[in-house]
């Protein structure tokens, strides 16, 4: 499974005319807790399929409320999401949103990430993880 937020005809914010750069950033990065063991008993007791299809509704539904949150109020994109398998990156420039200090989009990412771990972890998936400041592209 492999998700990204430019779906929707936002601008990334990480991308510009000419040569990649990097850009100061707050990034998160998550994946879910004992994914592949829940996997390998899933295979084994038959219930592949079954597993398969809750973690993509689990994902997809927690997926729409990061979306959300991505969309500034221009319509373009505030941050970066990356899905693959059972890790998700999401990276957010500074200085979009006034001080630079990366306070605004700490706040952001925090609360944009709660939803997600809370859309996750009631359909029974559990997050792990990280956030950092420093250079991403």
């Known amino acids: ?62 997926y729409v409320r990061i979306r959300t949150h991505s969309k500034g109020y221009s319509g373009d994109s505030s941050f970066v999401v990356k899905v693959f398998t059972d890790n998700i990156v999401v990276g ?18 925090l609360s944009t990430f709660s939803e997600f771990q809370v859309g996750l972890a009631v359909k029974g998936f559990f997050l792990r993880g990280g956030i950092a400041f420093g250079e991403h592209y």
């Open 1 to 62: 499974m492999c998700y990204a937020v430019s779906k929707d005809k936002m601008t990334n914010p990480y991308k510009h005319s000419g040569p990649p750069k990097m850009l100061s950033s707050v990034v998160c990065y998550a994946d879910i807790l004992g994914y592949s063991r829940l996997s390998k008993e899933a295979i084994k007791s038959g219930n592949g399929l079954q597993f398969l299809h809750s973690l993509r509704d689990a994902l997809s539904n927690a």
């Open 92 to 109: 957010y420039p500074l200085h979009r949103h006034g001080r630079g200090d990366g306070e605004w989009e700490l706040a952001d990412i």
